[in-house]
T-cell receptor
């Protein structure tokens, strides 16, 4: 059982390029989340989704786009990457609701040059 | 904006000692959770305590919650080198949004 996986695990891109980070979970959890983790800021919520085709903005959504056409996938797209989006990105899922236990993926380290 | 703030930011102890870290938050909550993050890995859920609970145990972990002071503490007893990690508290709020807010974490180093 794979649980929750993220790809790629490491990504280097250039300013202005579009980048898509993938998240896949095998539990059929309703809720999925994208966070970024930066030194001094902890984890900050970018977007979350309560179900397929339902998404909501988190604390830092600017510059990011999400979609959720299938329950198991929740891709995060940086439409035009900026250096300030260099970070570690974590996807998470929750079975019961966003306020309950969340299960995290291994993270994607993104470097924007 | 951070809902939970952990204290201390970093803690270094020897194996066998107890480790205590604290979390303060700002608004009313339904529950508070603690997560662990090993270096380079994702977060792992440790324990959830609800607003009507004052204390909860799980193995070597003891969590307390004081809603009047808007604070929680995580105690790890008889620490092991494998407990070396960052620990985060996460809070919901009593509003309708289904999400958590994480603090900035406490880095725990357990030395042999």
């Amino acid at each position: 059982d794979a649980g929750i996986t993220q790809s790629p695990r490491y990504k280097i891109t250039e300013t202005g390029r579009q980048v898509t980070l993938m998240c896949h979970q095998t539990w059929s959890h309703s809720y999925m989340f994208w966070y970024r983790q930066d030194l001094g800021h902890g984890l900050r919520l970018i977007y979350y989704s309560a179900a397929a085709d339902i998404t909501d903005k988190g604390e830092v959504p600017d510059g990011y786009v999400v979609s959720r056409s299938k329950t198991e996938n929740f891709p995060l797209t940086l439409e035009s990457a900026t250096r300030s989006q260099t970070s570690v990105y974590f996807c998470a899922s929750s079975q019961v609701g966003g306020k309950e236990t969340q299960y995290f993926g291994p993270g994607t380290r993104l470097l924007v040059l | 904006s951070q809902q939970g703030e952990e204290d201390p930011q970093a803690l270094s102890i020897q194996e066998g000692e107890n480790a205590t870290m604290n979390c303060s938050y700002k608004t009313s909550i339904n529950n508070l959770q603690w997560y662990r993050q090993n270096s380079g890995r994702g977060l792992v859920h440790l324990i959830l305590i609800r607003s009507n609970e004052r204390e909860k145990h799980s193995g070597r972990l003891r969590v307390t919650l004081d809603t009047s002071k808007k604070s929680s503490s995580l105690l790890i007893t008889a620490s092991r080198a494998a407990d070396t990690a960052s620990y985060f508290c996460a809070t919901d709020d009593t509003g309708t949004a289904s999400k958590l807010t994480f603090g900035t974490g406490t880095r725990l180093q357990v030395t042999l």
